[in-house]
């Protein structure tokens, strides 16, 4: 069975990779994942703060984006508890790039456009094979406009499109006004491709202490469902390869995230709970499913539930909210 696709202009042997997250920082687990079958490995954020070592403005910004991401989880507390610097972050690409034999993937979280993103350039010399940049824009400022908050995300990927060669994918939140106009912008600011989407962990407060509290809750199969809106909703209006990240669980979830337009599947949450033999089985189901159903190739079915392919795309926009809704039945 062909699962092959490609990526970022990377041709891998499956659509199944390690996303974001702690995994790769021990090289033993980065070799466990190549060999269950991860088609990439996606190494864990550097964090703009990791770099400048500013501070923040205020308190709360710093404890807001202290576990805001996945990939974050359990060694990104604070500052001066950080397992990778960015020494350490380049070296730790080498040694991975070294250990196995599929593409590395480095990743960069931040959002304003000055001299850190050149640290791009970095990643590449380390060797990685491309780049996710991984937007996080939080805007508290109500002279911020919702115009101007896109125009500083779209200037920071023009930085680091000039910085490198490697190809760039943008890791995005759900939370534009008009996100296949903001895709479309992405792609002429040079992007190479999209990630679908981040996840902001909410901080709870703890009304005792009177302190704020970073919570963490890993993704379920019920996160998927964004992702298939508006995977479904760009495929087709943008070029940029897409993949998913977040409540992919299961072969079904991939397989619904293809048919909705991704190229690429991301797996983390599913992986730091049952380990990377996961993959294994993930292969084994899809290669199963699409023999079943007569698919020769990966390619057959992608797309094929999008908004432009869908047989019913209303199941997409308003008409769905409407029935979904007026039909509840207590």
């Not at 009304?207 to 469902?225: D, F, G, K, Q």
């Not at 079904?252 to 599947?265: D, F, L, N, P």
């Not at 539930?305 to 039945?329: D, H, I």
């Amino acid at each position: 069975m062909n699962l092959k696709t490609t990526y970022l202009g990377l041709r891998l042997d499956n659509p199944l990779m390690a996303g974001a997250s702690p995994l790769p920082n021990d090289l033993d687990m980065a070799r466990r994942l190549e060999d269950a079958g991860a088609a990439a490995i996606v190494m864990p954020s550097l964090f703009e703060e990791q770099i400048t070592r500013e501070q923040f403005g205020t308190i709360y910004d710093l404890e807001a984006g202290s576990e805001s991401f996945a990939e974050a989880t359990t060694y990104f507390a604070r500052l001066d508890d950080l397992r990778l610097g960015p020494d350490h972050y380049l070296e730790q690409i080498r040694k991975v790039k070294a250990a196995v034999g599929i593409p590395v993937i480095g990743s960069l979280n931040g959002v304003t456009p000055s001299g850190w993103l050149e640290f791009a350039g970095q990643i590449q010399e380390a060797g990685a094979d491309a780049l996710e940049l991984n937007l996080y824009a939080l805007p508290t400022d109500p002279g911020v406009s919702a115009e101007g908050v896109e125009q500083g995300l779209l200037d920071a990927v023009r930085t680091v499109k000039a910085a490198v060669t490697l190809p760039v994918a943008v890791k995005l939140s759900p939370f534009f006004t008009s996100l296949p106009h903001f895709a479309k912008a992405l792609e002429g600011a040079g992007a190479n491709g999209l990630v679908l989407f981040n996840r902001f962990y909410q901080p709870d407060l703890d009304i005792e202490a009177l302190e704020v509290e970073p919570s963490l809750n890993l993704s379920t199969p019920s996160t998927l469902r964004l992702r298939l809106r508006w995977l479904g909703t760009l495929y087709g209006q943008t070029a940029l390869p897409m993949a998913v990240s977040g409540g992919v669980h299961s072969a079904e979830a991939a397989i619904k995230a293809i048919m909705a337009g991704a190229t690429g599947v991301q797996l983390v949450s599913a992986l730091l709970l049952h380990g990377p033999g996961l993959l294994k089985t993930l292969r084994a189901d899809l290669e199963r499913w699409l023999e079943e159903h007569e698919y020769d190739s990966l390619d057959m079915m992608r797309g094929s539930m999008s908004l432009t392919k869908c047989p019913n795309p209303q199941a997409f926009e308003r008409a769905n909210y409407m029935r979904v809704l007026s039909g509840w039945r207590g």
